[in-house]
Antibody
Framework: EVQLVESGGGVVRPGGSLRLSCAASGFTFDDYDMSWVRQAPGKGLEWVSN????????DYADSVKGRFTISRDNAKNSLYLQMSSLRGEDTALYHC??????????WGKGTTVTVSS | DIVMTQSPLSLPVIPGEPASISCRSS???????????LSWYLQKPGQSPHLLIYLGSHRASGVPDRFTGSGSGTDFTLHINRVEAEDVGVYYC?????????FGQGTKLEFK
């Protein structure tokens, strides 16, 4: 069974940092591009970042560029999102997504990040 | 950035009746490979989104055939043949043509 399990969320003060992880199983991880998509409480979906299968191509939403860093470790079947200089508007449920927008799209349940003083 | 606009934002339906959701993009989603880069997702209450339609009209694995995606260029429609109880939730269109990937605002389908 294909599974994506996010972890690392929590409560952090403005200006703080967090590292999210996504553990993948049930498929060949390095066959797929991966993404992070977030959903603020009661709001819609916002794409955050993409990384291609080997990490050579990376993109970010303007809202997180320069503050967030996406990475992957194919040997560990894991995706990461290093978040720094966090702001209140970064408060959201963060989903790890395989193959976003394409035939193989699968979403994890997400991990909650709350930025509050 | 490509702006995705859905309508309606709220869709009250009667079980067994058909339903349609429109999605318009601010730029054409038709790639030179002749595929439209438009996906539809459903987020059921309390769950993560799951894929219904990709490349404009291709039904994802396991998706019932009562769901149909159509359209090309900038105008797309998701049609549900006969709405069932399990179809309740928020529907999102999304363009994976170019970054930043963008979603529509979401359409909440609920029973009258």
């Amino acid at each position: 069974e294909v599974q994506l399990v996010e972890s690392g969320g929590g409560v952090v003060r403005p200006g703080g940092s967090l590292r999210l992880s996504c553990a993948a199983s049930g498929f060949t991880f390095d066959d797929y591009d991966m993404s992070w998509v977030r959903q603020a409480p009661g709001k819609g979906l916002e794409w955050v970042s993409n990384i291609n299968w080997n990490g050579a191509t990376i993109d970010y939403a303007d809202s997180v560029k320069g503050r967030f860093t996406i990475s992957r470790d194919n040997a560990k079947n894991s995706l990461y999102l290093q978040m720094s200089s966090l702001r209140g508007e970064d408060t959201a449920l963060y989903h790890c997504v395989r193959d976003l927008g394409d035939e193989g799209a699968v979403w994890g349940k997400g991990t909650t990040v709350t930025v509050s003083s | 950035d490509i702006v995705m606009t859905q309508s309606p934002l709220s869709l009250p339906v009667i079980p067994g009746e058909p339903a349609s959701i429109s999605c318009r993009s601010s730029q054409s989603l038709l790639h030179s490979n002749r595929y439209n880069y438009l996906s539809w997702y459903l987020q059921k209450p309390g769950q993560s989104p799951h894929l219904l339609i990709y490349l404009g009209s291709h039904r994802a694995s396991g998706v019932p055939d009562r769901f149909t995606g159509s359209g090309s260029g900038t105008d797309f429609t998701l049609h549900i043949n006969r709405v069932e109880a399990e179809d309740v939730g928020v529907y999102y269109c999304m363009q994976p043509l170019q970054t930043p990937y963008t979603f529509g605002q979401g359409t909440k389908l609920e029973f009258k």
